[in-house]
């Protein structure tokens, strides 16, 4: 049996409210419940989770603590130690990370005439960009337009998104699904329209994720790796980012990788870099278990921040409302959103819905912290995590039989291993730390205040205000990937790089040792540390 | 299902050499409860991206097994390795130029016709797949069906590494799923007349106007759209 007794009684509720709840309506929350709702349970809202930068471009910006120890942490390698007359390697564009965005930028920076670099920390394609499981969106059914989808991301992100940025994400975004197709990625098509499945994702008005399965990032990126390694790019793998280098004149000019496996430095001089460099969920924010991948360290951020690029949405942090809360081995993986648009739903205790599941992440995760922490109404685990059901046999009774096994093959087995069948049962949840809404702040085409230094992807703020919706990650990594790299390659012929520094790195050191404010840590960290006791989850709600 | 817990350790065998560790550890974490910190061998720590692919001997069976390192909880007496890379050779393609069938995927793999059916690579798969059956749909000509039972493949290469004729089945099979995305399956249908209407510049007047709009009125406009959500 694989939920243990203590839960069971639980379990038992849920099936007996089940049909009463099937045509259950609940109202979706006005803007202002909405904002109520947040304040009172969002995460970010909690006392003593940020604190102020004291030096550097964001100096008097508030951050989450986590990151702001480590933008505020010595450089993992001493400057002094890199001879920056020792080039390794001299090309146009460098692109840092091989996720999404940075496979689609190094992809059309090459296409676009550029000798290209591309560093990553893993493997190419090791990224959160593979994890991806619901799918990428974009307004290419005859009932929606870039509009409506730009007024749903808007909304989404409360208003605070950078408005030329959505509106490059809702226009150049059926351009981006027009490129993978014709590449190749197997999209799901509603057989009878020849459109994205009609189903609808939080916050979204209309239709318009396309998967492939639930294995959409890992059906790209295995399409674009091998995009990349049919061109003359130069993959470097396992090197990863630990300072930027700038120029006499203040230009980005380049980068000190650090080789992980002989764990020799190396100097790429570059006309432009790219940094696509991701998330930062291995941080940990606030002890929450993450659905990122191993290396989501924040990285580019700290080396763009010491390089004088200005970050934004520092305090902002995307928890998702249904991350894995049992069994411990699963902590924190994430169920995808699209289990809700099927018709799962989010129940407690005693078998009791408390909100409308459509509705934006920021806004539901908040619920289910209320349930367990402000209601009391949660389930405990054996191991004493809290969390509440996610009543997933429903997709079948409302899809028919099959449908679980057929659309979540990954999700399906991943629980399998573990006894259980999410078909017959529901999976327990608890919000994990998803998604980092801030990063480098850039212009529509990518571009940083930074001469020559780009950002796309995760690692870039702005396009999703303080709360991003399910899909549009993925059409951000290639709208703004595409865009940075076919910049970069047309810029290169009038960049003139001058003599090669490291000096901001001793400066921002300066800088932060005269406000008194230089932590103990070095950084970037590059890998996170769960040796020996930190293997064992942290259980905090 | 126990919790996880510090006690209850069993021996393993990592690269040969014993460790204790807590039962209810991911192989995964327990290389990590013993000391190690990964730099090869760990990726997503979801099950997709095939980085901590590992082969086992089985302590009742005897046999070799495969798993992904973080999918799969340890067991007691297993001996175990890690395989994060098998060498392969990676043929370039151009997909624009390719047509779906037997004989283009030969071409560029033309070792996919030494397949001696032994099933090795089927039985090599964490992810259960029909390796040889995915093959011998290749060879009848079948890529769609290919395609299709081949799309939990998280390439990590294990099929490969015990295959007697050297064919990369994984390699294989992703090319197979791109030509049927590419050539097999229908593309969506309103995609093309989207992208004519932007490159038009039909949508430019109303993203002007939601983007000059009163704060409040667009907050309205939102809230509205939002109710209406229709699935259209
Ligand atoms: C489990 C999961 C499911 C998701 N599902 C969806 C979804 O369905 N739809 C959606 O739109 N979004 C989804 N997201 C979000 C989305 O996948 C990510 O935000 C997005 O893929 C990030 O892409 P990226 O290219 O910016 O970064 P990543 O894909 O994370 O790539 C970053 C790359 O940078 C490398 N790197 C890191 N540090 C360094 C360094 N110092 N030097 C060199 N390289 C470095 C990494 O190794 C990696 O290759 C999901 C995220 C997760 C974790």
Redesign the interface.
Same mark, same amino acid.
């Not at chain 1, 197709?181 to 999209?187: A, I, N, Q, R, S």
């Not at chain 1, 329209?193 to 994205?196: I, N, V």
């Given at each position: 049996m694989?939920?243990?007794e203590s839960m069971r009684a639980s379990i038992k509720k849920l099936e007996e409210t089940r049909e009463s709840r099937l045509n259950q309506k609940i109202p979706?929350l @006005?803007?202002d419940e909405k904002n109520q709702l947040l304040k009172e349970f969002h995460p970010d809202y909690r006392p003593g989770v940020h604190r102020e930068l004291k030096a550097g471009v964001n100096k008097g910006d508030m951050a989450v603590v986590e990151l702001a120890n480590l933008l505020e942490a010595r450089s993992t390698v001493d400057p002094n130690s890199v001879d920056l007359s020792k080039i390794e390697l001299e090309v146009d564009t460098l692109v840092v990370g091989a996720g999404g965005a940075g496979l689609t930028a190094a992809i059309f920076s090459c296409d676009e005439g550029a000798s290209v670099a591309l560093a990553t920390k893993?493997?190419l /394609?090791?990224s959160n960009t593979?994890?991806a499981e619901g799918g990428i969106n974009a307004?290419? $059914?005859?009932?929606? $337009?870039?509009?409506?989808h !730009?007024?749903?991301t808007? /909304?989404g992100g409360n208003?605070t998104n950078i408005?030329?940025l959505v509106?490059a994400l809702?226009?150049d975004s059926?351009?981006a699904?027009?490129w993978l197709?014709?590449? /190749?990625?197997?999209?799901d098509?509603d057989p009878d329209?020849?459109?994205?499945l009609?189903?609808?994702a939080g916050?979204? @008005?209309?239709?318009r994720v396309?998967s492939?399965?639930d !294995?959409t /990032?890992? $059906?790209i990126i295995?399409?674009l790796r091998?995009e990349v390694?049919?061109r003359p790019i130069r993959v470097m793998e396992?090197s990863a980012v630990v300072e930027l280098i700038l120029d006499d004149k203040g230009q980005c000019a380049g980068a000190v990788l650090f080789d992980?496996?002989t764990r020799i430095p190396q100097v790429v001089k570059a006309k432009s870099v790219i940094i696509a460099t991701g998330g930062i969920g291995r941080l940990h924010i606030q002890g929450f278990p993450t659905?990122n991948? !191993?290396?989501a360290t924040a990285d580019g951020l700290i080396v763009g921040y010491r390089a004088g690029a200005k970050l934004g949405y520092l305090d902002s942090i995307q928890f998702h409302p249904t991350g894995t809360a049992y069994?411990?081995?699963l902590l924190g993986?994430?169920v995808t959103e699209v289990s809700r648009s099927r018709g799962a739903q989010l129940v407690d205790v005693n078998g009791e819905r408390y909100i409308n599941e459509?509705q934006t992440r920021d806004c539901v995760a908040s619920a289910n912290v209320r349930q367990v922490i402000g209601r009391k109404k949660g389930i405990t685990?054996?191991?004493?995590m809290q969390g509440v059901w996610l009543d997933t046999p429903l997709i079948d009774i409302i899809h028919g039989e099959g449908t679980v096994q057929k659309s979540y093959?990954?999700l399906y087995?991943?629980f399998k291993?573990?006894?259980i069948d999410f078909s017959k049962e529901p999976i327990l949840i608890y919000p994990a730390q998803h998604y980092q809404n801030g990063g480098i702040i850039t212009d529509d085409i990518g571009r940083s205040n930074v001469p020559n230094l780009y950002a796309a992807g995760e690692a870039a703020g702005g396009v999703h205000g303080r709360n991003r919706l399910g899909g549009n990650s993925l059409s951000d990594l290639f709208v703004f990937g595409r865009r940075a790299g076919i910049d970069a390659a047309r810029r290169a012929p009038e960049i003139e790089s001058g003599r090669l520094s490291l000096n901001h790195v001793f400066e921002y050191a300066n800088a932060l040792e005269t406000a008194g404010s230089l932590t103990e840590a070095s950084s970037p960290i590059l890998?996170p540390?769960?040796?020996?006791?930190?293997?064992?989850?942290k259980f905090n709600q | 299902m126990e919790a996880l817990q510090k006690t209850d350790l069993i021996p393993v065998y990592f690269y040969g050499k014993r460790y204790d560790v807590p039962k209810m550890l991911t192989v995964l974490q327990a290389f990590e409860f013993v000391g190690y910190q990964f730099i090869r061998g760990c990726g997503c720590r979801g099950g997709v991206c095939g980085a901590c692919a590992a082969v086992y001997i089985h302590p009742e069976s005897h046999h070799l097994e495969v798993a992904l390192a973080c999918q799969m909880k340890v067991l007691a007496g297993m001996r175990i390795i890690q395989v994060p890379y098998f060498p392969v050779d990676k043929p370039g393609y151009n997909i624009d130029a390719l047509n779906p069938t037997t004989e283009q995927v030969g071409q560029i793999y033309p070792q996919i016709y030494r397949c001696v059916a032994c099933n090795t690579c089927t039985k090599m798969c964490p992810q259960d797949i029909n390796v040889m059956g995915c093959i011998s749909m290749i060879l009848r000509g079948d890529i769609e069906g290919a395609a299709a039972a081949s799309r939990d493949c998280v390439m990590c290469g294990l099929c490969t590494s015990r295959c007697p004729a050297e064919i990369p089945q994984f390699l294989i099979f992703l090319l197979a799923r791109r030509l049927d995305g590419r050539f097999i399956q229908k593309p969506f249908r309103f995609l093309p007349t989207r992208l004519e209407r932007i490159a038009a510049g039909d949508y430019e007047a109303e993203l002007n106007a939601l983007m000059t709009m009163d704060i409040e009125v667009l907050k309205v406009r939102y809230q509205k759209q939002q109710q209406d959500k229709q699935i259209i």
């Open positions: 694989p939920y243990p979706i @006005s803007i893993l493997r /394609g090791d593979t994890m307004a290419i $059914s005859p009932g929606d $337009s870039p509009s409506i !730009y007024l749903d808007m /909304g208003f408005p030329e509106r809702s226009t059926p351009l699904i027009k197709e014709d590449l /190749g990625v197997p999209f098509r329209s020849d459109l994205p009609p189903l609808l916050g979204h @008005s209309r239709p396309c492939v399965g !294995y /990032g890992m $059906s295995q399409v091998a390694e049919n396992f992980l496996l659905t991948h !191993y290396g069994p411990d081995q993986l994430l459509l685990t054996p191991s004493g093959t990954h087995h991943r291993r573990y006894d890998l540390d769960y040796r020996f006791e930190k293997v064992f989850p | -």
